[in-house]
């Protein structure tokens, strides 16, 4: 086996025990690898880079590397003052020095330190585990967010640029088979003027930073409520993982997709649309822990379109699903014939929903941005 070969070529002390497959990601082949020496047992993360879609692996590794580097420098220069024992994963260099190793059939592979003692969740259960979500995504910001962009590759060109998925969602519908799909259903037609209705408003976030009003800074880029760890003793938020997407971009994409994926209690593969809705107690809970840590470091511009931003993200997703259901399911997997079509539903319904709560989602905002 690749992995146990590999295993072994990166600068951790004893002999290989065993090697397990863990984890329900579809993006990254990931095993725990166990290691014992006369006095002691070593554990860490073994995973296998997906080049289908990162182009650039050794890139990944370098923003990884630096960001977390600086990362654990900020949170050692403040473990004194801090109310938890803040945590991130370690690159643990191979023997070789390097940051990942190459198997011979030019594969990517990388070694990460546990995060003892944790848990995730597949969805916020009460308000107290989203304030602990919104609290991690915000430390995470922090103490990044003095680190230099120019330092960071752009991993994932296009990511979260969402007049970049309106241009794509535009190229499917014209296609012979986007026109057949869309003349089959008139649930297609309806989500097409949801679509239409909101053209306009898909460059908000990008039009702002071209005109100066947002700049970008270094950003996890998926944060979902599965990437946050919980202390399995305290109940705290201690870290955020999966950091393959960190790059350059703009911090509202991750706060935008924290809320989108945190405070919707239905979740994203729901087939009754009258489950989706913006929980606002549950929003209220991941605003505050969020601002807790954030506020210091945003600008009041940034504040301004904190509400654009989960509006937007959820749109884009949603976007991003019906696009890919007219071109023929040629990139998110699907188990079913309309699944990309019913998530699209799903996300345009929330999208809705965070529309139809506006003044009360700003006055949140507002509350806690002060």
């Known amino acids: 086996m690749i992995a146990e070969t590999i295993a072994t070529q990166f600068d951790v002390p004893g ?46 590794m370098s923003n990884m590397k630096v960001v977390t580097d ?61 304030a602990e979500a919104g609290l991690v995504l915000g430390h995470f910001q922090r103490i990044i967010s003095d680190f230099p962009i120019e330092q960071l590759a752009d991993t994932l060109p296009g990511f979260h640029i969402t ?29 097409s003027q949801f679509v239409e209705a909101r053209r306009e408003f898909a460059s908000v976030l990008e039009d702002a930073r071209e005109a100066g009003e947002l700049r970008e800074r270094p950003i996890h880029g998926d944060p979902k409520i599965t990437n946050v760890m919980i202390d399995k003793f305290t109940g705290k938020g201690t870290c955020i993982v999966d950091l393959d997407t960190v790059k350059p971009g703009l911090i509202h994409y991750d706060i935008g997709d924290a809320v989108r994926s945190g405070c919707n209690p239905a979740g994203e593969e729901t087939t009754d649309l009258s489950e989706v ?9 991941l605003v505050r822990g969020y601002l807790t840590e954030a506020k210091g470091f ?35 997997k699907t188990n079913y014939d309309v699944q990309n079509l019913n998530r699209a539903r799903v996300q345009f319904a929330l999208c809705e929903s965070i529309e139809a709560r506006e003044g009360k989602m700003r006055r949140i905002l507002d509350r806690y941005c002060q």
């Open 298 to 332: 945003l600008t009041e511009k940034d504040k301004h379109y904190l509400f654009d931003s989960i509006r937007l993200i959820t749109f884009e997703l949603g976007l991003r699903f019906f696009a890919d259901y007219l071109a023929g399911d040629v990139y998110f």
């Open 70 to 130: 600086h990362a654990h420098r900020r949170i050692a220069s403040e473990a004194d003052s801090a109310d938890r024992i803040w945590q991130l994963p370690r690159v643990i260099s191979a023997k070789d020095g390097g940051d990942f190793v190459l198997d011979g059939e030019g594969e990517y592979w990388r070694a990460l330190s546990m995060i003892a003692s944790t848990i995730s969740y597949e969805k916020v259960s009460e308000p107290e585990h989203a």
């Open 163 to 191: 007049p970049a998925y309106l241009l794509s969602y535009d190229e499917a519908l014209e296609t012979e088979t986007g026109q057949a799909r869309l003349a089959a259903l008139s649930e297609a037609r309806r989500l």
């Open 277 to 285: 809705f913006l929980d606002l107690g549950l929003f209220e809970a």
């Open 15 to 60: 002999r290989l025990v065993t090697l397990r497959p863990i984890g329900a990601g579809n993006v990254n082949d990931t095993y725990l690898v166990i290691l014992r020496t006369t006095f002691s047992e070593e554990q860490y993360i073994l995973q296998r880079i997906n080049r289908t879609v990162f182009k650039d692996p050794a890139a990944v």
